[in-house]
């Protein structure tokens, strides 16, 4: 018995996806307990020098009209055509697996549900940390547990940004420069510098972990882009380094969760304080079992396409449709207002009032005062106790009417 399989986009993801599939075919076909072919691959280009360059087709209707085909990866990205392609694929019965983790962001209940529809699945472990497994665990090996939060450094680029600001202090535009030269960031890097990414990893497993839709509109975002080597060097006197991260955690009142992406201080040592790099760690906080950490390279060609041709494994190994990896659709509001998350805050102000530290004090509460070299007389940097973030930004309000000017506001937390 012979199972057809088909590649949407020959990109970095989806070249990876065939170099992998044909280098290691036989062990893949052990492992699905059949015989395994990659029929189609659809791209627009042209790729005469490829020894698989008879596979390539430029109409999508082929891939959907041919019935021999029961495994497609989406690996084009975006949300069309990927969105009426991976429609169309689960109409006629063809489990899909993808990278895309805009799509699954933003339509995934939608389609997991089509997928049970017509007995096939729709998989996506490659959509959140490149090679590392973490969707797969959640649904299922973690699947005792109620799963209470859910936190990590999502993005390679940023963290790789923020690690050359951290060990040469770098500022914030060469070290970005580098990650482009390197190949870790796009000509645009909006996408990963803004927050946008890691936005759309933490909606997904903020979905599979509480079980109802949740759309990157409603997830406060913040990027690096006004990270400087001073908040750096104050961060450091906390024995603290600055990580991008992307957090869910379900709110025992109201039934809703606070959910976003902020640049943070953590603590050196701690379980994510460690990952430098282009490399990714998540952490999973289950009522069972506590902290379990997944570390590893969050993207890349290789590693992304080692997730997508596992799940076209898993897709040929199914009988029909996985049970556990599934969530609510949601008309979105199920995150709560970022006002009332509780946070210490990092802030760095400049004034020339000789009052400030006691003016601050009066309207946070008790400061931990920070240090850098060559401080200036007239910059203060410290944490705020843990207050509610309407009570932080009302008080800082209040000093800029007296004239303070704030230069830096960073969440501290404990991962």
């Given amino acids: 018995m012979r199972m057809n399989i088909a590649v949407l986009g020959h990109g970095t993801v989806g070249s990876g996806v065939a170099e992998v599939f044909f280098k290691n075919r036989a062990a893949l076909e052990k492992k699905a307990g059949q015989e395994l072919d990659l029929k189609y691959i659809l791209d627009l280009r042209d790729f005469p020098d490829l020894p698989y360059a008879d596979r390539f087709v430029k109409d999508f209707n082929i891939i959907a009209d041919d019935d021999s085909v029961k495994v497609v990866a989406e690996v084009i990205g975006g949300l069309e055509p990927a969105y009426t392609f991976t429609k169309t694929c689960l109409e006629r019965g063809k489990s899909v697996v993808t990278s895309n983790k805009e799509l699954v962001a933003q339509r995934g209940a939608e389609l997991l549900a089509l997928a049970r529809e017509h007995h096939v699945n729709y998989f996506f472990e490659a959509s959140v940390g490149g090679g590392i497994p973490i969707i797969r665990p959640l649904h299922m090996c973690l699947a005792a547990n109620r799963i209470e939060e859910i936190a990590g450094i999502l993005n390679g680029t940023t963290n790789f940004i923020l690690t050359k600001m951290i060990r040469e202090n770098m500022s914030f535009g060469d070290a970005l420069a580098l990650a482009q030269k390197l190949g870790y960031a796009e000509r645009n890097p909006e996408a990963d510098v803004e927050g946008h990414d890691a936005c759309r990893k933490i909606c997904i497993l903020a979905a599979l972990s509480f079980g109802e839709h949740v759309y990157p ?141 006691q003016e601050a004090g009066r309207l946070f509460g008790e400061l931990h005062l920070l240090r850098r070299n060559n401080q200036p007389a007239n910059e203060l940097a410290f944490i705020t106790p843990v207050l509610m973030e309407y009570d932080i930004d009302a008080a800082i309000e209040k000093l800029e009417g007296m004239g303070v000017e704030f230069l830096g506001k960073i969440r501290v937390l404990d991962y």
């Fill in 217 to 357: 509109k409603d997830v406060h975002t913040e990027g690096i882009t006004k990270i400087t080597p001073e908040d750096v060097a104050y961060a450091a006197d906390n024995d603290c380094v600055i990580k991008l991260i992307g957090r869910a955690k379900r709110e025992e009142a109201g039934g809703k969760i606070t959910a976003m992406v902020t640049p943070a201080l953590i603590y050196k040592e701690s379980q994510l304080g460690t990952v430098d790099d282009v490399f990714n760690g998540i952490l999973v906080r289950g009522d069972a079992t506590g902290d379990v950490v997944f570390y590893g390279k969050g993207a890349g060609k290789l590693p992304t396409a080692s997730a997508v041709v596992g799940d076209m494994i898993d897709c040929a190994k199914a009988a029909d449709t996985s049970p556990s990896l599934r969530w609510a659709p949601s008309n979105g509001g199920n995150v709560e207002e970022q006002g009332k998350n509780r946070t210490a805050m990092y802030l760095r102000c400049r004034s020339f009032s000789e009052t400030l530290v």
